[in-house]
């Protein structure tokens, strides 16, 4: 107790008041909010502010993976596409080549090599003509979401055209870019910026122009988003290709011509192993894509992320429609926004009515991580009496901490849970403007983050045992 406390302490912007509030395994009962509900009844076992809307953070990919596999289907996959158009002669081709994306989160280099290898094989060693890069599949964005500082890795561009997360690793003694490619350029500039480490200036060509804010902390391997997609995923092809010995010139932006020729296609992994992998890694970059081709699906027409999640609330109100879906607010797929709210309520209601669907004879629970096991709850509750007992997702920002799911019971009876914690106060300020106050309160975070999921750890142990 003594040092959760002290914990505590070290976040003084709290009142005398709130400091002597009532608290809940150490965290103030404001900040906490659950619901642990009967599977077979609907009856609601234990419950703290049940109706209390709170941040929900990556718990939106629940909602966001369960509405993609129901309209795309498990089968689904997504292609990319490499075409030419023009003559081939001794080499060279006399016209365009056109990599068109089809909104794959999960291309990588290794299969992005397989392109440069098709041009070899098809004979080409040199392009005199465009290198074309057709996003267009998705509606292009900078960023996934405008929350948090512009260098997180988590937040990268999106388009039709993404590979390997669109991040790059910046080695920092040397200023050198991995991938290697000559697209990213890198300027020292002696100053501190609230933690902002690298700050985007603008993209010229096909170059992005990053300053590298030389007075804050930078490790030796650090990581930054690309803020165009579609350059940067030809600008990788564009490295593979010359390691083979096939020359391309920069890419430019364009859309693929009616009477392009097909040279390769790249078949994505089926939908279900994208959702498993999203749902277990909880990356941003699958959510938002996977919420966004769904949209695409229902209304035709490539749409940002906020109007797809407005198609998805559509639907889901329609799909469910004895849920009381008013206080539901969901603005994007990923949850890097402190927009989407539910209560534990209408979560482990929410939760109880997809107990009941399958996904061609799949339940959605399959697809969500196990303590002890996988993904973000893989180190949690780990001893074996305790394991195998949760499936559930995490959800994660700067004082904002969740879990929701299922929850076995010693009793063999499951239940629906929504755990829910946030720092109202720390958040707020995470939310304004860039401070010194804020600067310092995200390096502490980690020990707030700590300190509820021992709290939330504690009380999920005691569900498992006297249920």
Not at 85 to 92: A, D, H, Y
Not at 195 to 212: A, C, D, M, P, Q
């Amino acid at each position: 107790m003594l040092i959760r406390l002290s914990l505590l302490l070290i976040f003084s912007l709290n009142t005398h008041a709130e400091v002597t509030e009532t608290k809940i395994h150490g965290l103030h009962k404001s900040n906490v909010a659950y619901a642990l509900m009967e599977l077979d009844s609907g009856k609601l076992i234990t419950s703290e502010q049940v109706n209390k809307e709170m941040i929900l953070a990556s718990v939106s990919k629940i909602f966001t993976y369960y509405f993609a596999l129901k309209t795309l289907g498990p089968d689904f996959r997504f292609n990319t596409e490499l075409f030419y158009l023009g003559e081939i002669k001794k080499g060279v081709l006399k016209g365009d080549l056109i990599l068109k994306g089809g909104g794959d989160p999960y291309l990588n280099a290794a299969q992005l090599s397989a392109f440069a290898q098709h041009l070899k094989l098809k004979g080409i060693h040199k392009i005199e003509g465009r290198f074309l890069v057709d996003g267009s599949f998705l509606q292009p964005a900078q960023s996934v979401s405008i929350l948090g500082l512009t260098d997180q890795a988590d937040n990268p561009a999106i388009s039709g055209l993404n590979v390997e997360f669109n991040r790059y690793d910046i080695w920092y003694k040397e200023l050198i870019p991995y991938p290697p490619v000559d697209s990213l350029v890198l300027k020292r500039k002696n100053r501190s910026a609230f933690g902002l480490r690298f700050n985007h200036k603008e993209t010229l060509g096909h170059k992005e122009i990053w300053e590298v804010n030389t007075r804050e902390y930078i490790p030796s391997v650090d990581s930054i988003p690309s803020k165009n997609s579609s350059l940067f995923t030809g600008n990788y092809l564009r490295l593979l290709a010359s390691r083979m010995g096939v020359t391309l010139p920069p890419p430019i932006e364009g859309s693929t011509p009616p009477k392009a020729k097909l040279i390769y296609t790249n078949k994505g992994l089926p939908f279900s192993r994208i959702a498993e992998l999203g749902l277990e890694f909880s990356n941003n970059l699958m959510a938002e894509t996977a919420l966004m081709t769904a949209a695409k699906k229902i209304n035709t027409l490539p749409q940002d992320s906020k109007i797809s999640a407005e198609t998805m609330m559509k639907w889901y109100q329609k799909s469910f429609p004895d849920l009381d879906w008013k206080k539901v607010s969901l603005i994007n797929g990923s949850g890097l926004t402190i927009y989407n709210e539910i209560s534990p309520l209408n979560m482990v209601q929410f939760l109880r009515a997809l107990s009941k669907q399958t996904i061609e004879k799949r339940s959605y629970l399959s697809y969500l991580s196990i303590n002890g096991h996988s993904g973000g709850i893989r180190r949690r509750l780990t001893h074996p009496n305790l394991g195998f007992h949760i499936f559930a997702k995490t959800g994660s920002l700067f004082y904002v901490n969740n879990l929701a799911g299922y929850l076995i019971g010693k009793s063999g009876k499951m239940y629906a849970f929504a755990f829910f914690t946030t720092h109202h106060k720390h958040r707020e300020v995470m939310s304004g403007e860039d401070s010194s106050d804020k600067k310092y309160l995200r390096s502490k975070s980690g020990e707030w983050n700590n300190l509820s999921t021992e709290a939330m750890d504690s009380i999920l142990e005691q569900w498992i045992q006297d249920y």
